[in-house]
């Protein structure tokens, strides 16, 4: 919209602070001060490596008659692409 005009996104941000920060904040950012202490490409390649593990496990160890091999795989892939791409 023009300026001065209503902005969805930031009212939409808003909404999303007024009503999940209150009851997120007290789980998260003890999490966060914890992980800020660890080194973050060691940080970054755990969480890519359990990723893929995860990934191995469903395409290659589960049992087929659990889980669709092939989709599944191909629908855990674009997590890692975007994981990648906001690093």
């Not at 209150?22 to 490409?41: G, M, R, S, T």
Request: some cysteine.
């Amino acid at each position: 919209m023009a300026a001065g005009g209503f902005n969805l996104e930031e009212a939409f941000i808003e909404f999303c602070k007024d009503v999940f920060h209150p009851i997120l904040a007290p789980i998260f950012h003890p999490i966060n001060d914890a992980l800020a202490k660890v080194y973050q490409p060691y940080a970054s390649i755990c969480a890519v490596g359990l990723f893929v593990i995860a990934m191995f496990i469903v395409g290659v160890m589960i049992n087929e008659k659990y889980v669709n091999r092939g989709r599944t795989v191909l629908c855990m892939t674009p997590h890692v692409i975007v994981y990648f791409y906001f690093r």
